[in-house]
């Protein structure tokens, strides 16, 4: 049975930081890709970051490049997502997400994805 759980989210100024944690049983990181989706109130559910294969290649939406990294610890079966530099527009509820195949250019699609954490909203002051 495969479940993630996200935690990490909370209230930070613009221009601060968070980090996000996403632990993750019963999946192979080697087979699947593992991503961080957002939603803002009243938006869909937008790709962020993603792991999308075994040699760790990761892949970012415009938005976030440069400010957010994700990354993985095997040995802890965790995958973390560094934000940076958080803007006003980053509010939103954060989301990881697995699929037991590896994705390339389709990783933003959340549909793809059959395994969904619970969420942890991040709320950025301006």
């Known amino acids: 049975d495969v479940q993630l759980q996200a935690s990490g989210g909370g209230l930070v100024q613009a221009g601060g930081s968070l980090r996000l944690s996403c632990a993750v049983s019963?999946?192979?990181?080697?087979?699947?890709?593992i991503a961080w989706f957002r939603q803002a109130p009243g938006k869909e559910r937008e790709g962020v970051a993603c792991?999308?294969?075994?040699?760790?290649?990761?892949v970012y939406s415009d938005s976030v490049k440069g400010r957010f990294t994700i990354a993985s610890d095997n040995a802890k079966n965790t995958v973390y997502l560094q934000m940076n530099s958080l803007k006003s527009e980053d509010t939103a509820v954060y989301y990881c997400a697995a699929v037991r195949r590896v994705i390339n250019s389709a990783w933003h699609l959340a549909h793809l994805y059959n395994y969904w954490g619970q969420g942890t909203l991040v709320t950025v002051s301006s």
């Open positions: 792991i999308v294969s075994d040699n760790d290649g990761t």
């Open positions: 019963g999946l192979t990181f080697g087979n699947s890709a």
